[in-house]
């Protein structure tokens, strides 16, 4: 999810968390990045229902680039076996008000769309869950009506079933209205019961479950997946004692996480998304060891830094990194190393 400037960023309150903090930021940097219900307000959340069976309890996420931007060029196939989750990036924006569609890059190397969704149903037989993701920086895709909404619900489900997607991921980083991507998102799921619903938004978009990010994400609690926030690109930020921490520490990745402990989200709805090598961000890259005690610190209150959450949350659901082509750029370091810790989490 490439670059993007945020200057300026004045105090937070974390009111629904009861946590005040204060603090200003900035963030450059290279990430080009489940049973039908009536619709869920976003400040009247639902207590999570866990439909998604094939995402196993503790998941390790992966962006798989459909571009060549010099890291190493995949096909679904190749990538590595540890990833539970794969969010295939980018859905397209068309011509019509918040439809998306998908479109295979040649320089990924397929010979047909039924090679790619040949790959996409072995590795849903090994166990993995493919996911469309929508947005990156550049992304431009806007939900901000009804009819919008209901634009957004038929182009995913329709790309959901012409390709066997198991559901969307969120990256829009320019923005979103909680009212009508949460009506949006209902919809999917109201025709795909099983959806897998993640979440990318940057550190700014979780400061506070006021914010847009945070509202959308408490209103589709009942069958949300999981919010893989970005701990990248982002300069210092608030915890969730009101201090503030500079990114690529574990102290960043633990007391930002607990914003959305205390804010509201299941512990399974919360994953650590870090960059699988310096290459993939401008800033925050964290080694396999500083997410694996992060992880450690917030599962089972040892590995912490100077900030050690009140209580522990063993249901965490793991971690995520773009991409999965830099990971195997970089020896697929995050896949046997962060991948075998998610998976060995109590």
């Known amino acids: ?16 968390a009861g946590i005040v903090g204060t603090g200003t930021a900035q963030a450059s940097g290279n990430h080009p990045p489940a049973s ?11 207590a999570p229902t866990n439909p998604t069976a094939a995402v196993p309890r503790h ?5 798989w680039q459909n571009f060549d931007n010099g890291a190493t060029v995949q096909k679904l196939k190749d990538v590595d076996d540890a990833y539970d989750i794969i969010a295939v990036s980018f859905a397209d924006a068309t011509g019509q008000p918040g439809a998306v569609t998908f479109r ?20 849903q037989a090994a166990g993995a869950s493919v996911v469309l993701s929508v947005g990156g920086e550049k992304g431009a895709v806007s939900v901000n ?28 980083e320019n923005g979103l209205n909680a009212t009508y991507m949460t009506q949006a ?20 978009d979780m400061q506070s479950p006021q914010n847009e990010y945070f509202k959308t994400a408490l209103g ?6 999981a919010v893989n926030m970005q701990y990248y690109n982002s300069g210092s930020m608030n915890g969730c004692d009101g201090k503030v921490y500079a990114q690529g520490t574990v102290d960043f990745l633990t007391a930002l996480a607990c914003i959305q402990l205390a804010g509201g989200l299941d512990p399974s709805q919360v994953g650590i998304g870090v960059p699988a090598s310096a290459r993939a961000a401008g800033g925050g890259y964290v080694a396999p060891s500083v997410v ?6 917030l599962t089972r209150g040892s590995n912490c830094g100077s900030f050690k959450p009140s209580r522990t949350y063993p249901g965490l659901r793991g971690a995520m990194t773009w991409s999965t082509n830099w990971d195997a750029a970089n020896g697929n370091a995050f896949a046997s190393q962060v991948g075998a810790h998610v998976h060995g989490l109590p």
Do not use: W
């Not at 897998?196 to 940057?202: E, F, G, H």
């Open 1 to 16: 999810m490439p670059a993007r400037l945020l200057a300026g960023l004045t105090a937070v309150v974390l009111t629904s």
């Open 36 to 46: 039908s219900a009536a619709p869920t307000s976003p400040t009247t959340p639902t």
């Open 59 to 63: 998941a390790v996420t992966g962006y």
């Open 104 to 123: 295979l890059d040649p320089a990924v190397g397929y010979g047909s769309t039924d090679e790619f969704k040949a790959d996409i149903k072995a590795k």
């Open 145 to 172: 009506d009804a009819a919008s909404a209901k634009n957004f619900a038929d182009s995913v489900s329709g790309l959901m079933d012409e390709y066997g997607f198991n559901g969307v991921d969120i990256d829009l």
């Open 185 to 204: 998102l209902q919809s999917v799921h109201d025709r795909h019961g099983d959806v897998v619903v993640t979440m990318a938004p940057q550190t700014i």
């Open 220 to 225: 589709i609690k009942g069958f949300l997946t």
């Open 292 to 297: 694996n005690a992060a992880l450690d610190c």
